[in-house]
């Protein structure tokens, strides 16, 4: 028999791409979320559901006969959207996780996923441009730059005490900035490699591409297709602890910017915007315990992942 999951959020990025991917795998698919997916087909999924996880009867609905659960559903975006958004971000993950972690136990869910973000780490270790590799036993003593990162640590210590009391088998996983196609390019909801490759593809040869701080701020990046692997992989695994998933290469904005205009064959100029929010100075993804225990390690490099990500926004910014 087919396994039944349900991934909430499935009409977002990660969300789409990881409905192919089980359906590959041979899994019954339910995607539930407020809209119909954007960059796929409905047939990606066996049964798709319209509906608010802000309402509990909602979630009763869409996790009945379900085996496991992908969640996936939550309001985030940009460094701009997590940074002055705060109250709706916290409002309502809060509830939509809360909502959930109940109708899992309700209906008898065996396992379920949840997509955490390295925002739960502590600013202060993240000062650097030079970022020691985060472990996930450094996320406490607790202190995110964000609320969107609060939300994340709590959401982690809901579905973990769900797992003690009531036996729901819990995965979490620490994403540090996915990206890929089939994503939004020009919203406040944007991932900043098709944002600032929308910047270097209007400039053109000899243009100016806006960056918000200095662009000495580093970070790490995975590409979605390692990432739904991953997620598949620790599902499968019998790990009840957060696992960092991302790359151990760290790249600065400004060395991101020079990437994207060598793919698009441009040269540009960079202005940095001072006064702008540019998060912390560096976000180093520590993998030792991803690499050991799911066997695994990402396969797509910065510049493959880019070029794919070239050719989506040129089809996008044509139609």
């Known amino acids: 028999m087919k396994k039944r999951v349900l991934i909430t959020g499935a009409g977002g990025f990660i969300g789409h791409f ?19 997916p954007l960059f796929s ?4 999924f066996d049964d798709f559901l319209i509906a608010d996880l802000r309402e509990y009867r909602n979630c009763a609905k869409a996790t009945k006969n379900i085996d496991e ?6 309001q985030n975006g940009s460094i701009e959207f997590t940074t002055t958004i705060r109250a709706m971000i916290m409002h309502d993950n809060v509830i939509i996780n809360a909502n959930t972690a109940e109708s899992c136990r309700e209906n ?4 379920l996923f949840f997509s955490s973000s390295a925002c739960v780490y502590p600013v202060a270790k993240q000062g650097k441009v030079k970022a020691i590799p985060l472990t996930e036993k450094s996320a406490y003593p607790a ?12 959401s982690e210590r809901l579905y973990q005490a769900y797992a003690k009391d009531y036996g729901l088998e819990v995965r979490i996983a620490r994403f540090f900035n996915i990206y890929g196609p089939e994503c939004l390019i020009d919203t406040l909801r944007s991932k900043a490699p098709l944002a600032l490759t929308r910047k270097v593809i209007l400039a053109g040869e000899g243009g100016q591409v806006k960056i918000w701080g200095d662009g000495k701020q580093t970070r790490s990046f995975l590409y979605i297709d390692d990432c739904v692997e991953a997620i ?10 957060p696992i960092n998933l991302g790359t151990t290469d760290l790249l600065s904005i400004n060395a991101l910017v020079d990437l994207i205009a060598e793919i698009e064959g441009v040269t540009i100029h960079k202005v940095h915007e001072l006064d702008k929010i540019q998060g912390v100075r560096g976000r180093h993804c520590d993998l030792a315990r991803a ?19 070239n050719k989506f926004v040129h089809q996008e910014l044509d139609r």
């Open 18 to 36: 990881l409905a192919r991917f089980l359906r590959s795998k041979g899994y019954w698919v339910r995607g539930v979320d407020l809209v119909k």
């Open 41 to 44: 087909s409905l047939d990606d």
């Open 69 to 74: 659960v992908y969640a996936l559903a939550a």
């Open 108 to 111: 008898g869910v065996k396992r």
């Open 143 to 154: 202190e995110p730059d964000s609320e969107y990162g609060w939300e994340k640590l709590f």
């Open 232 to 241: 598949w992989r620790l599902m499968e695994s019998n790990i009840e602890e």
């Open 291 to 309: 690499n050991t225990l799911l066997g695994w390690t990402s396969q797509v490099s910065m510049k493959e992942g880019l070029s794919v990500v």
